[in-house]
């Protein structure tokens, strides 16, 4: 079956420790995005990507790496530069073209040791 | 400043109770507004997207409609596997979406 494959579910981050989430699809979609998640809050963006080798920054990019070396991966670092990394971590595609749905992975939740 | 509001942020209803969830949004220029179930511990699974004011569509015991300043999700005769987090996206440009908070819907028997 297509789709997104995230991992790990759960991840500890130690203090000033760089972690980095995996994201990879097989549903042979252009687009990929990292969204974070916290209670109370909609989702926000963090970086995406619309092609191989490119990547743009969202709206919370600051303590985020990412790359786009592959079309399937999309991985997502958070950096020791990110002082408050808890929350829950999605990746999503999408078709590359205008008003198109967004398929989720099943997320990682990042914790702080 | 453009945003999505989702009332109530949560709803709690016995078995075969119906009732509708809304999402407001104040973004200029919609390109499409988006419906997604989200389960505990899970990524949000895409519903229904609407287009333009007037235009509804429906899935099982879920109608979606929409205006020119908000949608409603109706559930009709919910039953308890009908819980979960019901989330609104609103596409404001090409590839990018304002989220709402969420409404959490508690179906109990």
């Known amino acids: 079956d297509g789709g997104i494959t995230q991992s790990p579910k759960y991840l500890f981050r130690k203090e000033g420790q760089n972690v980095t989430l995996s994201c990879e699809q097989n549903l042979n979609h252009d687009a990929m995005y990292w969204y974070r998640q916290d209670p109370g809050q909609g989702l926000r963006l963090i970086y995406y990507?619309?092609?191989?080798?490119?990547?743009q920054k969202g709206d919370i990019a600051e303590g985020y790496s990412v790359s786009r070396e592959k079309k399937e991966s999309f991985p997502l670092t958070v950096t020791s530069a990110q002082k408050n990394p808890t929350a829950f971590y999605l990746c999503?595609?999408?078709?590359?073209?205008?008003?198109?749905?967004?398929?989720f992975g099943s997320g990682t939740q990042l914790s702080v040791l | 400043e453009d945003q999505v509001t989702q009332s109530p942020e949560a709803l709690r209803l016995q078995e075969g109770e119906s009732s509708s969830l809304n999402c407001s949004y104040t973004?200029?220029?919609?390109?499409?507004l988006f419906w997604y179930r989200q389960d505990p511990g899970k990524g949000p699974e895409f519903l229904f997207t609407l287009y333009s004011a007037g235009e509804e569509k429906e899935k099982e015991r879920l109608k979606a409609t929409l205006t020119k300043k908000e949608s409603f999700l109706h559930i009709t005769a919910p039953k308890p596997e009908d819980s979960a987090t019901y989330l609104c996206?609103?596409?404001?440009?090409?590839?990018?979406?304002?989220f709402g908070s969420g409404t959490k819907l508690n179906v109990k028997p």
């Open positions: 999503a595609s999408s078709i590359y073209r205008e008003s198109e749905k967004l398929f």
């Open positions: 973004v200029s220029g919609l390109r499409g």
């Open positions: 996206a609103v596409l404001y440009n090409f590839n990018k979406f304002y």
């Open positions: 990507s619309q092609i191989v080798n490119d990547f």
